[in-house]
């Protein structure tokens, strides 16, 4: 991953969004995260979209990635926090309100020191799988 200085800001290299962007440490886990997904797992970079808009009631908001599966449908919704940021019953609250927009099957929580999978089949967490075994279990 790629970082520089701008403006005495620190920035990092979204290459899902082809863009330098401010380097929080939100940011830093995802960017991490997002890595460690197509490097280690083999979900393909071309199928996460970063910072995908969605409508909830009234309100528009963000999902801070999405993964797809080959078909275009979405497949995982991921949400990251800081490291400092626990992961807790609010942060899964609140990926499984954008989940009512999206309805994928699977969700990623992550704050770089934890992280929670959970199959939406059974509400249950899993480990993180593989690209190839989610499209398996479809």
């Known amino acids: ?18 863009r330098w962007v401010r380097l929080t440490p939100e940011e830093w886990v ?6 460690r997904l197509v490097e280690q797992y083999g979900y393909p970079a071309s199928l996460i979209a970063v910072e995908k808009a969605i409508t909830v009631g009234e309100a528009k908001k963000r999902c801070d990635a999405v993964v797809y599966d080959r078909a ?7 949400e990251c926090k ?3 940021v626990p992961l807790t019953q609010k942060t899964l609250d609140q990926a ?11 969700l990623l ?5 934890q992280t929670i999978f ?6 249950t967490p899993s480990g993180l799988l593989r690209y190839t075994d989610l499209l398996r279990s479809e």
């Open 109 to 113: 929580l992550c704050n770089g020191v």
């Open 30 to 35: 995802r960017q991490q995260l997002l890595h």
């Open 1 to 18: 991953m790629r970082t520089r200085v701008s403006n005495n800001k620190e920035q990092i290299l979204c290459e899902w969004r082809h």
């Open 72 to 78: 275009m449908q979405p497949l995982v919704l991921i």
């Open 118 to 123: 959970i199959d939406g089949k059974n509400n």
């Open 82 to 84: 800081a490291e400092t």
């Open 96 to 106: 499984i309100t954008y989940n009512r927009k999206l309805h994928v099957p699977y």
